[in-house]
């Protein structure tokens, strides 16, 4: 595999799975609709990146254009320079993407790719875009990216009001409620809630019993 970026930045960890809530929900799992994402909120992803020589990055871009474009991770610039101080220094890594989707090319593409690679190696990448410059500077040192604040403004995405918070908490607990009801019931822990934004209220609500009723639907209140 490739070098442990997590640990050169001590401030980022590796994507992994989350662990499961309890069945009867807790503070910490109330505390997840809070979206705001800080710079030290980057997870990293495993991607296949291959080394190459400078001059050979104009003809792996243009290829992988055709066979591999990875609309989904668009903010991550195809190219990074190796820089002083690293191994193979002056030499570049060209992003090639997830492992399934590279190993799903064609044989075609794939020995075209290794015609002008060095080697093929795994890389720690962003998994999701910056939505802050800050994020944008601090996280471009593990590998480059493209900056597009979001439509409406950076403070209209991220950031919301106490009263507004404390009601989507109000509404994620009740749904942890009926996740937690059906699972003593011996069914699965989910439950559900639709809210009408408008009027802070809960309009219907639902929880797992597929054992009992296959064709359950959210109920109705009011």
């Known amino acids: 595999g490739g070098p442990d970026v997590s640990r050169d930045h001590p401030r980022l960890q590796r994507l992994t799975p989350p662990a499961a809530a309890g069945a009867g929900g807790s503070d910490d799992a109330v505390e997840r609709v809070d979206v705001r994402l800080r710079v030290e909120d980057l997870r990293l992803m495993e ?4 080394r190459a020589e400078p001059r050979q990055a104009g003809a792996l871009v243009k ?15 195809r ?13 570049v890594l060209v992003l090639l993407g997830p492992r399934a989707d590279v190993e799903a090319l064609g044989g075609g593409d794939r020995e075209a790719i290794d ?3 060095i080697e ?8 999701f875009a910056p939505n802050t410059r800050e ?14 604040p979001p439509q409406g403004g950076i403070k209209e995405l ?25 699972h003593g019931r011996g069914h699965g822990a989910v439950g559900c809630v639709i809210v009408d934004p408008a009027a802070s209220h ?10 009992s009723a296959p064709f359950c639907a959210p109920r109705p209140l009011g």
């Open 63 to 77: 290829l992988l254009g055709g066979c591999l474009s990875l609309p989904h991770l668009r903010y991550l610039k």
């Open 79 to 91: 190219v990074r320079r190796l820089a002083p101080g690293e191994e193979h220094a002056g030499q």
């Open 135 to 148: 994020q944008f500077d601090a996280w471009g040192s593990v590998w480059p990216l493209n900056f597009r």
């Open 158 to 182: 991220c950031a919301f009001t106490p009263p507004e918070l404390a009601e989507m908490r109000r509404f994620m607990g009740a749904a942890l409620k009926l996740a937690s009801a059906a």
């Open 202 to 211: 809960i309009v219907a609500e639902g929880c797992e019993e597929t054992l």
């Open 115 to 117: 015609g002008l690679c």
């Open 47 to 50: 991607v296949l990146c291959c």
């Open 120 to 127: 093929v190696r795994e890389e720690g990448v962003p998994s």
